[in-house]
């Protein structure tokens, strides 16, 4: 058990459908993150949130949508996606308000879009 | 904005070799800095940070690293490997001075024990 729980672990998904991921932390923290693991290429970050509120959005396309609606869970709702975000979806959390906290992952969720 | 080059993309070692693994980080301010495991379906894991104090770090599993902040590197070492590590490794870097700050990562670097 990570402390960090992404559901699903896995999902297929046609380009007009509309989706969730979900990501629960079990850790008492208050900040989290989306991240973008492809195939021959760096994590790229893409939402963070602390105290609940976004607090980065790294040019992210609108066709990703976080939510977080306590600090406990974060979802990323998808609608219209194109067969390149295909990827491993991460989730992490942190104890933000300092920059000595490293942040732990979750399992990740795998999209492939058809 | 900051980033971070691993020299090595896959790695394969004997058991009982020694590791050494390249990190190297573009940022003009201080930073934090972190190796990252992830072990074959598995989820990532903090193998060792930097923050301050003494450079030479140690981690879980034997493994440690040392900052040189004149080189702007962070080499993963381990005197001697074992099957179990092998994993997909990742190196990152977060600003100093932000609170809920991503992360930024390298490529990672795919190794590989044989027994």
């Known amino acids: 058990e990570t402390g960090v729980t992404q559901t699903p672990r896995h999902l297929v998904m046609g380009m007009t459908n509309k989706k969730s991921l979900k990501c629960e932390q079990h850790l008492g923290h208050n900040a989290m993150y989306w991240y973008k693991q492809s195939a021959k290429k760096p994590l790229e970050l893409m939402f963070v949130y602390s105290l609940e509120e976004r607090v980065e959005n790294n040019s992210v396309p609108s066709r990703f949508s976080p939510e977080c609606p306590n600090s406990s869970h974060l979802f990323l709702h998808l609608h219209t996606l194109q067969p390149e975000d295909s990827a491993l979806y991460l989730c992490a959390s942190s104890l933000g308000g300092s920059s000595y906290n490293e942040q732990f992952f979750g399992p990740g969720t795998r999209l492939t879009v058809l | 904005a900051q980033s971070v080059s691993q020299h090595n993309h896959h790695v394969i070692l004997s058991e009982a070799a020694s590791l050494e693994l390249g990190c190297n980080y573009s940022y003009g301010g201080t930073v934090n800095l972190f190796w990252y495991v992830q072990y074959p379906g598995q989820h990532l894991q903090l193998l060792l940070k930097?923050?301050?104090?003494?450079?030479l770090v140690k981690g879980i599993k034997g493994f440690e690293a040392e900052f040189i902040k004149s080189k702007f590197s962070f080499n993963l070492r381990k005197p001697s490997v074992q099957w179990s590590d092998t994993a997909e490794y990742f190196c990152?870097?977060?600003?100093?001075?932000?609170?809920?700050?991503?992360?930024?990562f390298g490529k990672g670097t795919h190794l590989i024990i044989q027994p």
């Open positions: 990152a870097v977060k600003a100093k001075g932000g609170g809920a700050d991503g992360l930024t």
């Open positions: 930097y923050f301050s104090g003494d450079p």
